[in-house]
């Protein structure tokens, strides 16, 4: 068993690691679109909980995990050379709608009207007692 401290720095190097071969090495084109938002590590150092996105939206999740699993040996073999354990963990994916979830919010709050036009324009009761 790690401490949560390690076992946080060891899926903040998979995430970093991870990230960059899924940009620059993998030629897989299911997985183009694809970006890590979070990676977890158990205490025993068996499994690591990958979180995973797309651009194009939670339509492409299914093709886009299929794909992750099917490059998992290599995905895992890769990170094992750059991140140096006794045993490296096995990889799981799973997709993260949380970035379609904070669009959505942000849709949401743009569409509220605020009422701030009737903020900035002066009041003429002001302007007259003024005087």
């Known amino acids: 068993m790690v401490s949560k401290l390690r076992a946080q720095r060891i899926a903040d190097r998979i995430h970093?690691?991870?990230s960059t071969i899924l940009l620059m090495e993998v030629s897989d084109p299911r997985l183009t679109s694809a970006y890590i938002t979070k990676t977890r590590v158990d205490k025993e150092l068996s499994y690591a909980n990958v979180y995973v996105s797309s651009l194009e939206g939670s339509e492409?999740?299914?093709?886009?995990?299929?794909?992750l699993e099917h490059a998992s040996g290599f995905l895992r073999s890769e990170l094992a050379q750059r991140v140096h354990l006794r045993h490296f963990p096995r990889l799981r994916f799973y997709w993260d709608p949380s970035p379609e979830h904070a669009d959505r919010i942000d849709e949401l709050i743009a569409s509220l009207d605020t009422g701030e036009d009737d903020l900035d324009a002066p009041k003429s009761s002001e302007s007259s007692n003024d005087e």
């Open 16 to 18: 970093e690691e991870l």
């Open 60 to 67: 492409e999740a299914e093709v886009l995990l299929d794909g």
